[in-house]
């Protein structure tokens, strides 16, 4: 399990990524590859919100636009 503290994120922001599917695992996983700290939390978000479905409402596809853009 990841130490959130090494994530550099808040309680809050970490708890408002976890309701996206967001999994600090894979972004740790992700910065041990090589990437970024930001690119493999940018990744990770993404996954976390596409893992179970793609996007259908305009909401939701706002949000992974928004992520994606970042």
Do not use: C
């Amino acid at each position: 399990m990841t130490n959130i503290h090494k994530l550099g994120i808040t309680d809050t922001e970490y708890a408002k990524l976890l309701t996206q599917g967001y999994d600090p695992n894979l972004e740790h996983q992700l910065i041990e590859l090589g990437e970024s700290s930001e690119q493999a939390r940018k990744l990770a978000r993404l996954v976390g919100l596409t893992q179970d479905k793609a996007p259908e409402t305009d909401e939701e596809w706002e949000e992974f636009m928004a992520v994606w853009g970042d």
